[in-house]
């Protein structure tokens, strides 16, 4: 499957991949495998901020997720420069700002 025609397919675009920025890489290849690093949920007004449960609901949570995956999709692209490189995903770390107590991170890092 063409990752970039699906993406297409479901309204999705790839933004810029962020600009270096301090003393890391935001992709590494070591062997086969290529780790990225410093990514954050990001739109067009800038750094996604806010506490799930306080003043960011489950939807706004979901969509700086998914924001987030956008965002690493692009840097892998950057690095290999092609998406049709990749050919699996081994782990994914996903992490909420909510609310002490906060039951549901599921519903915000499936986005």
């Known amino acids: ?3 970039e025609i699906r993406l297409a397919e479901l309204g ?3 933004p810029a991949p962020p600009a270096m920025g301090g003393n890391y890489v935001s992709a590494k ?3 086969q495998m290529v780790y990225l690093s410093g990514c954050i949920s990001m739109d067009a007004n800038g750094v996604i901020t806010g506490t799930v449960g ?3 609901t489950v939807e706004e949570g979901y969509a700086a997720a998914r924001a987030c995956a956008l965002t ?4 892998l692209k950057k690095h290999l420069g092609s998406l049709h490189r990749i050919s699996e995903i081994v782990g994914v770390n ?3 700002n909510a ?3 906060f039951s549901e991170p599921p519903k915000v890092i499936n986005g």
């Open 94 to 96: 996903g992490y909420v």
């Open 12 to 14: 999705l675009v790839l």
């Open 1 to 3: 499957m063409d990752l």
């Open 29 to 31: 290849t070591v062997g």
């Open 54 to 56: 306080a003043d960011r």
């Open 99 to 101: 609310v002490n107590g």
């Open 72 to 75: 690493q999709l692009a840097v």
